[in-house]
């Protein structure tokens, strides 16, 4: 294999990871840009969508059905816990305390869906019957194509949904001022509501296709895959809907050309274990050099 | 009345000192468990707890030890975390434990060896095989062997299979991955193996390698050593290798075992993959068989791995070291079990002046998914 093709290979594979990560931060910055909380608990309800996805996808298969349909079921499950997870834990919290405390009840959640699911299913991974497996297009993967694909899809129709419906409307007002909004006759409760299934929702997608890649389940896969999209969120502008699509590909190549060249580049001082501290190394420079991200818009309050 | 009553009182109490050395005689021994039953490592604890669960109850069945005294043995949690396992391991020295199994892991065990050692307590871990667990401790043995050795091995089975360039695969961040691939290292220089590409990973945890193998196979390797658990050489490294276009040889070590209910569907992406074990499933000796079908009857196939073994025999050697020793005084009892020989399901051995088994590692070979006993090296 020669140093070009090796380098295409790499590239392929970065977008491979990356297309996983993009769909997982589109989920992050659509609740962000909407209530300004960072709900660290997404990673999570990716978690929650693959166990769905492994009870739902041997009973498709059963029935004769497309395994792929099982992303409905894991859609609702995971937009349920979404709400739920919003009107019990964030909304009280919300109205008593300010935008930190808001920000711990994401990371308590975060560990009390990873707790919970190692008592409902034990700590032992699951393996998820194969979804589906799409050859390869011209030399690239054809799930990774499948799973950009239905990124950017979303990206469109998120951007399309918030710009032109009423109730994307009524999200961009809630997330400009909260009290103006509620005089101007906008329920914001129920807004949040939407916005906390929706985004949900994308991590029920996102969990179709990580277990098309990775086909396996644990209670704690949720943590760093849910970190690696916060960073590329934050890199892609954080509440920005193209940003994430952009920083999860980015993200994605980083770790793949860094896990790929550093050892060679460096003469073995940096080796591919690093990768990760370099992908959170991105994270403190974007918010000491462009706390905006890439394509992130100017917003007055900063958490 | 009142005078009757306190002969009474009197007659009782005298009767009760009288019996109690009689009563002391049928009185179970007492014996702590310390292993991660709950965390991220939980599958490991269930598996040894069950496996000494088994072997007490077998025991105790048969009339337990010292002319009929039953074992009673008490099991703590230590989430796989050195201040939890401490705090168990004190506990458990407190409430008058005679001996302790345990732990699991190779970090956490070496924190109690050290513990032990300075109570005079006897620690016997099932499983624990970084290299200086029992080095330099009177009280402190093991039922398994050590991770050098283990590296060992995998350069002789990478010998056996007749190739030539090898490249290792390695968690850096994780002290069994990096120990195995130090030992790995060192004895394929001395086999006449050429390592042509070594890649890390930062933890054992990671999701994505295809980066690491798309190298590997660039490097032209003919076999890859990986030293990694069951929960991502199953789902992850392997089919991502096979992916990435390798097609050659796969090694791997104890932390392997289990693979079989983490593969992807198409169980041929396996063959040609070896790992060194502490037992093979499939030995035909009857007290294999015999650990197989009881272990499967009572807790299910899925947690049957070598760890739950290595916990059944470390029972039994503790009982052992209890008959020989004739009491249960926990210095007689180390006294016993310093250099003792036994023979169990992983092997017949004796414990060397460390305290840790001498013994043959069984490699398993993947045919379609299934393991299979390779050779005894």
């Not at chain 2, 032209?220 to 050593?225: C, M, R």
């Not at chain 2, 658990?229 to 796969?250: K, L, M």
Request: glycine share 10%; aromatic share 10%; net charge negative.
């Amino acid at each position: 294999m020669d140093g070009l093709t090796l380098f295409i290979q790499q590239v392929f594979n970065g977008l491979r990871v990356g297309s996983v990560y993009a769909l997982i931060a589109l989920g992050y910055t659509m609740v962000y840009g909407i209530i300004r909380l960072i709900n660290f608990a997404h990673g999570d309800f990716i978690m929650v969508g693959a166990y769905t996805l492994f009870f739902t996808v041997p009973l498709m298969i059963s029935h004769g059905m497309p395994a792929w349909l099982s992303v409905f079921a894991a859609i609702a499950v995971c937009a349920t816990t979404g709400v739920l997870v919003e009107k019990l834990a964030y909304k009280p919290v919300r109205k008593r305390g300010n935008n930190m405390s808001a920000l711990i009840t994401a990371i308590a959640m975060s560990l009390f869906l990873e707790n919970m699911a190692q008592t409902l299913f034990g700590a032992n991974p699951k393996q998820v019957i194969t979804i589906f497996n799409l050859p390869n297009l011209l030399g690239f993967n054809g799930n990774t194509l499948v799973t950009i694909l239905i990124g950017v899809s979303i990206m469109v129709g998120l951007t399309l949904f918030v710009k032109h419906t009423k109730t994307g409307q009524a999200m961009r007002a809630v997330s400009e001022d909260k009290k103006a909004s509620l005089l101007m006759g906008i329920n914001v409760n129920r807004t949040i509501t939407i916005t906390f299934a929706i985004g949900s929702g994308l991590a029920a997608i996102a969990s179709l296709m990580y277990i098309v890649q990775y086909n396996q389940v644990t209670n704690l896969m949720g943590y760093m895959l849910g970190l690696k999209a916060f960073v590329a969120a934050v890199l892609g502008g954080i509440g920005s809907i193209p940003g994430a699509m952009l920083g999860g590909l980015l993200i994605g190549l980083v770790e793949s050309l860094s896990k790929a060249y550093s050892s060679t580049l460096t003469g073995g001082i940096i080796t591919s274990a690093f990768s990760d501290a370099i992908v959170f190394g991105i994270l403190i420079i974007v918010l000491l050099v462009k706390p905006t991200g890439l394509i992130g818009e100017k917003t007055g309050e900063k958490v | 009345m009142k005078r009757y009553l306190s002969i009474l009182t009197a007659v009782v109490l005298v009767l009760t000192t009288l019996l109690v050395p009689a009563m002391a005689e049928t009185e179970p021994v007492k014996i702590g468990a310390i292993a991660p039953l709950t965390g991220s490592l939980a599958t490991y604890g269930e598996s040894v707890t069950n496996g000494i669960k088994l072997a007490i109850q077998e025991i105790n069945d048969a009339g337990g030890v010292l002319g009929g005294r039953q074992l009673d043995v008490t099991y703590m949690d230590d989430k796989a975390d050195a201040t939890e396992s401490a705090n168990a391991f004190n506990k458990l020295v407190s409430d008058g434990n005679k001996a302790i199994i345990g732990s699991v892991t190779s970090g956490v065990t070496a924190g109690l060896a050290a513990l032990a050692n300075d109570q005079g307590m006897l620690l016997l871990t099932p499983t624990a095989t970084a290299d200086t667990i029992t080095d330099g401790y009177t009280s402190v043995f093991r039922a398994c062997f050590r991770d050098s050795f283990q590296g060992e091995v995998g350069a002789k089975v990478a010998v056996k299979l007749g190739v030539k360039k090898v490249a290792i695969l390695y968690a850096s961040g994780d002290t069994y991955s990096s120990g195995l691939y130090e030992a790995f290292k060192t004895a394929a220089a001395t086999q006449g193996l050429e390592i042509v590409d070594v890649e890390s990973s930062s933890t054992t945890s990671d999701t994505d390698y295809t980066t690491q193998l798309t190298n590997i196979v660039a490097s032209g390797a003919e076999l890859i050593f990986a030293p990694y658990y069951y929960d991502s050489i199953g789902p992850y490294i392997v089919p991502q290798a096979r992916a990435a276009g390798f097609t050659g040889y796969f090694v791997g070590a104890d932390g392997w075992d289990g693979t079989q209910n983490t593969m992807v569907a198409d169980k041929s992406l396996y063959n040609k993959c070896f790992y060194t074990n502490h037992y093979a499933p499939d030995d035909p000796s009857p007290i294999v068989q015999n650990f197989v079908k009881k272990y499967t009857d009572t807790y299910g196939a899925a947690s049957l791995t070598a760890l739950a073994a290595l916990a059944y025999d470390a029972a039994y050697m503790l009982k052992d070291a209890i008959e020989t020793a004739g009491t249960d005084d926990t210095a007689a009892i180390i006294k016993a079990m310093t250099g003792m020989s036994f023979s169990g399901v992983t092997g017949t051995f004796t414990l060397d002046a460390s305290g840790t088994p001498e013994k043959a590692a069984p490699v398993i070979e993947y045919v379609d998914g299934v393991a299979k006993f390779y050779a005894s090296i």
